[in-house]
């Protein structure tokens, strides 16, 4: 069965979670949904050279940053976790500055935030996360290392290696795959053999789960039970997230080019924020009226965010030559003196 018709199974439920945990989910999911379609606009008008955009995929991320402590923790992202960001409370214009390229990988504090610098390199942050993870349990100290990498990057030697190195060295950290079902043009069953990513844990000595990524409540329960296991000793754990990329890979890009909209469109239906307010109101959690003023202040906040990194100065052009090398070289003196004469003209 491809993987688009193994989920869609209807109903959520999160009568096993705390209200306020869920309406706390909700409350980020809508947001970052909010400040999507902010960054999609901002990148239409020229503000953004490019954007990733993280619809669909909001369950998977905000429910499982919020399994994690934001003062013992680190996250490791790709280039599509803002919604991670937003849950793990990174400031969010300096995080946003990233897309607006102005400066090198943002403008948040990465060490105070202890979430990472934007990685484009595919599965480039899962080796990092697995690096510190060692590092922290040579320390005696109890954070967990989030690794955050796609279904593409799952087949990049690095992770591998990563995967491998955590289960030998029982290194506090989870591997949580999203699986979008896309590689940019490339699907599922032409990047992963076997047809599962989670599967493959058994071979790294460690748990391995297949979890709805469309689901926020069950994305919660088990990001909290591997981080949990991480923390007292346990080792490592592959999460695989399955979902699916409604959006182009990217604003640059054109889905109908290699792919089917049907399938797209199937997993529209089962959106992740309509599928936990449904489950919310069954379990009592929330009312209308909770949702109304939740909406309210998201979009407010998805706003403000946008005016923020649209409204934000331009980095001086000269920082282009600070941070290459500790002792600068005659030639890049002398580039830096070129460049200097062209502006001043
Ligand atoms: C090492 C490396 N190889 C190739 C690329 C080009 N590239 C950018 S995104 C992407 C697809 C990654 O897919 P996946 O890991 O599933 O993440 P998703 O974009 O679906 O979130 C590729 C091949 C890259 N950035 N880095
Ligand atoms: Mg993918």
Redesign the pocket.
């Known amino acids: 069965m491809p993987p688009e018709e193994s989920t869609g199974q209807g109903a959520i439920t999160v009568a096993h979670l705390a209200p306020e945990l869920t309406r706390g989910l909700y409350r980020d999911m809508r947001t970052a949904r909010d400040l999507d379609t902010e960054a999609i606009a901002l990148q239409r008008q020229g503000v953004f050279p490019a954007y990733?955009s993280v619809r669909g995929q909001e369950a998977a991320q905000v429910a499982s940053a919020t399994a994690l402590d934001p003062a013992r923790d680190f996250v490791f992202p790709?280039?599509?976790e803002m919604a991670v960001a937003l849950a793990y409370g990174v400031e969010m214009v300096g995080y946003m500055a990233t897309h607006r390229a102005l400066w090198h990988g943002g403008l948040y504090d990465v060490m105070g935030s202890r979430f990472g610098a934007i990685n484009?390199?595919?599965?480039?942050p899962v080796p990092h996360a697995v690096g510190w993870a060692v590092g922290e349990r040579l320390r005696g100290d109890q954070g967990v290392a989030m690794a955050y990498?796609?279904?593409?990057?799952?087949s990049?030697g690095d992770v591998h290696e990563a995967m491998n190195f955590a289960g030998v060295f029982t290194a506090p950290v989870v591997f949580f795959c999203?699986n979008?079902q896309?590689?940019?043009s490339v699907p599922n069953e032409r990047?992963v053999a076997g047809g599962s990513i989670a599967a493959r844990a058994e071979g790294y000595g460690m748990p391995g789960v297949l979890v709805d990524g469309n689901d926020a409540g069950a994305v919660y329960a088990a990001t909290a039970e591997a981080v949990q296991r991480a923390r007292t000793g346990g080792g490592p754990t592959v999460i695989e997230a399955l979902t699916y990329?409604v959006e182009p890979?990217s604003t640059s890009d054109d889905p109908g080019r290699y792919r089917d909209e049907a399938a797209a469109d199937r997993w529209r239906r089962r959106d992740p924020i309509d599928l936990l307010r449904t489950a919310m109101l069954q379990a009592g959690h929330a009312d209308e009226a909770f949702f109304a003023t939740v909406d309210a202040e998201a979009a407010r906040r998805a706003e403000q965010i946008r005016d923020g990194v649209a409204d934000a100065p331009e980095p001086d052009g000269s920082e282009l030559f600070t941070h290459v090398f500790r002792e600068t070289t005659e030639e890049l003196t002398r580039q830096h003196r070129t460049w200097q004469e062209e502006v001043e003209l």
């Open positions: 990733v790709t280039y599509r484009a390199v595919v599965g480039g990498f796609g279904d593409g990057a799952s990049e999203q979008n896309w590689a940019l990047q990329r890979h």
